[in-house]
């Protein structure tokens, strides 16, 4: 029999010790894992959805809650700001280029978002099937929205408002499916793109300015159903009476961080917020969280790396005998130790393997309940470089658990031991 087997059968003689140092490790690996797939999956995906936008401008109210709806399209707007506003805001000579958001309709949850064709653009985003939105009423699908509903180019859906299912539907006037976009890994995977326009006709707002393709719209091309529809809009607000939600902003120069936002605060009806300034704040929020987590969950590997010591150290005084009879067989001093040490690392490696697999499973089905709640996409079926060093850190315990236990298994007296039977 060689070390290995002889490691193997001990530590299966010890079903309870053995179980509870596993699951002490598994359950602390399990968490640093599902720790590590979170962040570095969410802080991937706010750093790449917020790339290139320098100031989010709405309504006043929270900032972060402007970014989150603004940026992310994770919670409730802050309410609407007038196109005319936003309007000059855009023709400030320190502002290159905005990004028009109109919300406040969804479809299975999924949002309508109304923005011109640059939106899409800025993410790098390209049309996979069919073409982008042109005319009113027309839409084009993110990726997992396609693939999460079924649609295709062509279909049409009657869009609720607000941004959950069960809201009033605006059966008038019904979208058409243009496109769909190619998977981006981006925001855009998971909402619905249309023009502003598109959303103000769904709200009995004058269109007016195509501002995704710069011309006029005439009434007369917006599509009716039946007659009240057609009453319906004939009795549209005037133009100004048309919000957006929200304004994305890029800066010409960088003198503009400093200004344009204390500018907006001061002196507009608007508020202007910086995504750089709150992501920093939200992680420091959900940082001290993260921390306390890991921090037990260190405790639980420790915990574990203890319990293995334990372990091995009480089993070294039950097999004295056994060793000083495997060394009068013939095993020599550094056979035995590495008994001891190959038992340790038995006990971490599997409490590894079993804590990276709980943990990706952990985050998977935790990713599945975030999108059918939030539309957050977070994967367990994703491999971090950071886990090797995981599986590193429990093979160390492992050897510092059964370290001392195989000192003191070499240094057994083989005629002192088998003299006292």
Not at 21 to 26: F, H, K, Q, R
Not at 189 to 215: C, E, F, M, Y
Not at 321 to 326: E, H, S
Request: charged share 15%.
């Amino acid at each position: 029999m060689n070390v290995f087997t002889i490691a193997l059968a001990y530590v299966r003689s010890r079903p309870l010790h053995t179980c509870l140092n596993l699951t002490l490790l598994a359950l602390g690996i399990a968490a640093i894992t599902l720790l590590m797939l979170f962040t570095e999956q969410l802080e991937g995906q706010m750093t790449r959805n917020a790339e290139g936008i320098d100031m989010v401008v709405g309504a006043k109210g929270s900032p972060t809650q402007l970014i989150l709806s603004g940026i992310y399209h994770l919670d409730v707007p802050t309410g609407n700001i007038r196109l005319a506003d936003a309007d000059a805001l855009a023709a400030n000579p320190m502002v290159k280029e905005t990004f028009p958001l109109a919300l406040g309709d969804s479809f299975r949850s999924f949002r309508i978002v109304g923005t011109n064709h640059d939106y899409p653009r800025h993410y790098k985003v390209v049309i996979a099937v069919g073409t982008l939105w042109e005319n009113p009423l027309e839409v084009t699908l993110g990726a997992l929205v396609a693939r999460d509903l079924g649609l295709t180019v062509g279909d049409r859906f009657i869009a609720s408002h607000g941004f959950a299912d069960g809201g009033s539907a605006h059966a008038q006037n019904p979208y058409l499916v243009t496109g769909i976009f190619a998977p981006s890994g981006t925001v855009v995977d998971r909402l619905i793109l249309t023009s502003v326009q598109s959303v103000w006709i769904a709200h009995g707002v004058s269109p007016g300015t195509d501002l995704a393709k710069g011309n006029h719209v005439d009434r007369a091309e917006i599509p009716h159903n039946n007659e009240e529809a057609a009453d319906k809009t004939s009795e549209m607000h005037s133009n100004d009476a048309q919000e957006i939600t929200a304004l994305l902003v890029r800066f010409s120069n960088p003198i503009a961080a400093v200004t344009l936002p204390r500018v907006i605060n001061a002196q507009t009806s608007m508020q202007a917020a910086l995504p750089g300034y709150e992501i920093s704040r939200i992680f420091k929020l959900v940082g001290a969280g993260i921390d306390g987590f890991r921090a037990f969950s260190m405790v639980l590997v420790v915990s574990a790396g203890i319990g293995i010591f334990v372990a091995l150290y009480s089993a070294l005084f039950e097999r004295r005998y056994d060793i000083a009879v495997f060394r009068a067989l013939g095993a020599s001093r550094r056979r035995v130790l590495w008994q001891f040490l190959v038992e340790g690392l038995l006990l971490s490696f599997a409490g590894a393997l079993i804590g990276l697999v709980l943990g990706h499973l952990i985050a998977e089905l935790t990713g599945q309940w975030l999108w059918r709640e939030h539309q957050l996409h977070l994967s367990g079926l994703t491999w971090l470089p950071g886990e090797v060093y995981l599986i590193a850190l429990s093979l160390g315990i492992g050897v510092m658990a059964g370290l001392l236990p195989a000192i003191q298994a070499y240094r057994v007296d083989v005629s002192e031991v088998l003299s006292k039977g």
